[in-house]
């Protein structure tokens, strides 16, 4: 199976701070690969770094055979690359519609497509004029997920979209997911909620210290909890 | 029809609507209304600094970024007319050639500072702007013989905009070439202002608006931010150049102080500060209280003073002479309870 995203030694510095220290990832085509970790180990600027947010100090990112490590966002994105920022990255002045038609930047998404969005997330329907900042925390998420379904896309970088939720939206978070993951998508999603990331994952990729310390099955990963405890201090039994 | 006109960009308040509605109904028929020199110039005032406000709403309200240069786009116009009426000589078409290449100079000096500067922070575009115009203003000082340095430009205008021009008389008022220069002046101020709403609820106005809340969140959707922030600059400039065509037809007369000094730039900021950012119709808000109370507070105050002269002290503070005092009091009063602008307090119903 071919990899949709590759990274090679990436170093990213932010300011005065050695934040990537030689990343090596692979993302395999339609899968879904969990990047995972203690908080501040660099979860967020690999997903950032990929995406053109920072500026990869060293080390090569390769997204469907090409070199993007030089490209613009923006020539990123067009060439199929998602990204689903930690605080949501919705626009709160626009209304959930227009937030939908921006984030299609070939077009308006189409009829069909809005109503597999609908079926995911049924408020973004109800509230489909209303400006996004009014909705609540997990409509907010849900239209950030809904953002990034709203064109079709090769490659999905997910960060964190459960984190705060309440328990009845983290499954329909996951329940979207699920679908995106059933329509071929690729997805390096971070995450850590251990019951998500073990429902979710394909594969599993576990940061330390601007690193990559172990990949391997997400399966594996999930069964071993002294693996957990050893990578990450903690165990998902303890989740 | 008229929802589809205003681009679907309703006022969403009935106290705006009304408001909103006055204003075009004093300013439709001002001549007519309000008859005199003094409440003409007025009327024409507001209409041109709605649309000069309105433009550079545009680049701070709806993209999101700090220019110290529309003054310099508005001379650009102003001065594209003048020039163009000189050398061409008096008629229709140096206005239009005049117009159309003070619009164009505008546009293309905004496209050189936009490629330069829009990829760094902003707050070095402010600077590169304000250094910018700062020069271009020393310069029309300077190049006396082509802009009549510090003492500006007069030249003539066709005769059917001038008060010799008389047309008889309609609802017991005069009606001359002074009337047909205002009627002028309003439709292609309402015109222009309805294509910057039309700008502004268009596609091209949302990833604007998007920008201006997050520009990596909008690159990471594809939008070349600099592109489309670089386009808002030159849309704006060219907009405001078309202002100051206006007023130059307007006033026969262009000077630095008139159409590039920093004074307008200030007041142009507090106009869209007081009506509000990121809404047209703060524009409209703005320039209406800003421009009468630059030609109406000073008398207001003079009424004041002589009704309160029986009394202590109060006088004194409405003396005409400290109408700025006033004005500027007004501004902090008004900066203090309507942080959103007007438009924003009155859309929130609170």
Known sequence: MSDVLRIEGLFTDIAQYHILEGVDLAVPRGQVTMLLGRNGVGKTTTLKTVMGHWAAKAGSIRYDGQDITAWPTPARARAGIGFVPEDMGIFTDLTVEENMVLAAASGPPDAARLERVFAAFPPLKTFWKSEAGTLSGGQKQMLSIARAMAEERVLYLIDEPTKGLAPAIVSTMAGALRELKGQGASILLVEQNFAVAKALGDHAAVMDDGRIVWTGAMAELAADAGLQERLMGLSMEAE | ?350
Request: glycine fraction near 10%.
């Open chain 2, 1 to 350: 029809m008229l929802v589809n006109l205003i681009s679907g960009d309703t006022p969403r308040s009935a106290v705006l609507t009304v408001l909103l509605l006055i204003v075009l109904v004093c300013l439709a028929g001002a001549p007519f209304l309000f008859p005199g020199v003094r409440s003409l110039e007025t009327a024409a005032t507001i209409c041109i600094f709605i649309l000069l406000v309105a433009s550079y709403d545009l680049l701070l309200g709806y993209t999101g970024i700090v220019s110290f240069a529309h003054t310099m786009f508005f001379g650009l116009g102003a001065y594209g007319v003048a020039l163009a009426s000189i050398h061409i000589g008096r008629g229709w078409g140096a206005l239009i050639v005049g117009s159309l290449s003070g619009a164009v100079a505008a546009a293309a000096l905004a496209l050189i500072i936009g490629l330069f500067s829009l990829r760094v922070r902003a707050i070095f575009f402010a600077m590169i702007t304000l250094a910018v115009a700062s020069a271009v203003a020393v310069l029309v000082s300077q190049l006396f013989n082509i802009t009549g340095g510090e003492d500006g430009l007069t030249y003539l205008i066709p005769r059917e905009l001038t008060p010799a021009f008389r047309m008889g008389e309609l609802f017991g008022v005069r009606v001359n070439g002074r009337v047909l220069n205002y009627y002028l002046i309003f439709v292609a101020c309402l015109a222009l202002f309805l294509l910057l709403l039309r700008i502004v609820n268009s596609p091209f106005g949302r990833v604007l608006q998007a920008i201006r809340e997050n520009d990596f969140r909008a690159e990471a959707i594809g939008y070349r931010v600099v592109w489309y922030r670089t386009a808002a600059t030159c849309l704006s400039a060219a907009i405001a150049a078309l202002a100051g065509a206006l007023y130059a037809i307007w006033l026969r007369y262009v000077g630095p102080d008139t159409t590039l000094s920093f004074e307008i730039m200030l007041d142009i900021l507090l106009m869209v500060v007081i009506g509000g950012m990121g809404t047209m119709y703060g524009a409209v808000l703005g320039a209406v209280i800003f421009v009468l109370a630059q030609n109406y507070l000073q008398n207001l105050m003079g009424v004041a003073a002589e009704a309160t002269e029986a009394l202590p002290i109060l006088p004194l503070f409405l003396d005409p002479n400290r109408w700025l005092l006033w004005l500027g009091l007004l501004f902090i009063l008004s900066v203090y309870f309507f942080p959103t602008g007007i438009v924003g307090r009155l859309r929130s119903g609170r």
